[in-house]
């Protein structure tokens, strides 16, 4: 079972920056597709990028433009480069790969 492990989040005034990273656990990590979700204060966990083993991504349409989802295998690690947040892109992110989820980290972004 792969284990996940979301950093990166803070808070931030709008129209700023953040890069979330997560970090997979095992030799196999660089062979599974990761994703990010967010959930924001009293809604659902929503979809926002996912990023194959190789090169294909996909991102939702709220934050297509604004988000970009890249990976290091040699590092384990997916990002996600935010920028032009919005008060409403506040939520707790998660990344996730083969059914296994982090923990989360809280992004905060302030008007």
């Known amino acids: 079972q792969v284990q996940l492990v979301e950093s990166g989040g803070g808070l931030v005034q709008a129209g700023g920056s953040l890069t979330l990273s997560c970090v997979g656990s095992g030799s196999t990590f660089r062979e599974k597709a990761v994703a990010w979700f967010r959930q924001p204060p009293g809604k659902q966990r929503e979809f926002l990028a996912n990023?194959?083993?190789?090169?294909?991504?996909n991102y939702a349409d709220s934050v297509k433009g604004r988000f970009t989802i890249s990976r290091d295998n040699a590092k384990n690690t997916v990002y996600l480069q935010m920028n032009s947040l919005k008060p409403e892109d506040t939520g707790v992110y998660y990344c996730?790969?083969?059914?296994?989820w982090g923990q989360g980290t809280q992004v905060t972004v302030s008007s």
């Open positions: 996730t790969a083969s059914g296994a």
């Open positions: 990023h194959s083993s190789r090169t294909y991504v």
